[in-house]
């Protein structure tokens, strides 16, 4: 029953600004953290940004730190993912996953359900 539903993807320059969107429903368990994993040229699934629900701690990797944020909105259940200063590397396959571990993760292993993902390109 657990569903997530990411939308906001597309395509924009260099320099431009998207914002994701995840909605989860049908969680019947804790749901404590979610995150957004992107998947570009490879097969492997990076972690991008994580959110611990609870606390609302947040986790970012390098690369998108300073021009990514991830947010949430615990009323509709919804976490945002707000990409500023975009780059060509950026693009990609962005996947929204959540799960019930207690700290905010930038690994797969620590999710139990994925999105269908959102695509994300970005021209130079």
């Known amino acids: 029953q657990v569903r997530l539903v990411e939308s906001g993807g597309g395509s924009v320059q260099a320099g431009g600004s998207l914002r994701l969107s995840c909605a989860a429903s049908g969680y019947t368990g804790s749901m404590n953290s979610m995150a957004w994993f992107r998947q570009g040229a490879g097969n492997v699934r990076e972690g991008v940004a994580a959110?611990?629900?609870?606390?609302?701690?947040?986790a970012y990797a390098v690369p998108v730190k300073g021009r990514f944020t991830i947010s949430q909105d615990d009323a509709k259940n919804t976490v945002y993912l707000q990409m500023d200063s975009l780059k060509p590397e950026d693009s990609g396959m962005y996947y929204c996953a959540s799960g019930n571990k207690t700290w905010p993760y930038l690994y797969s292993r620590h999710y139990d359900y994925w999105g269908q993902g959102t695509q994300v390109a970005v021209s130079s």
């Open positions: 959110i611990y629900i609870p606390g609302n701690a947040r």
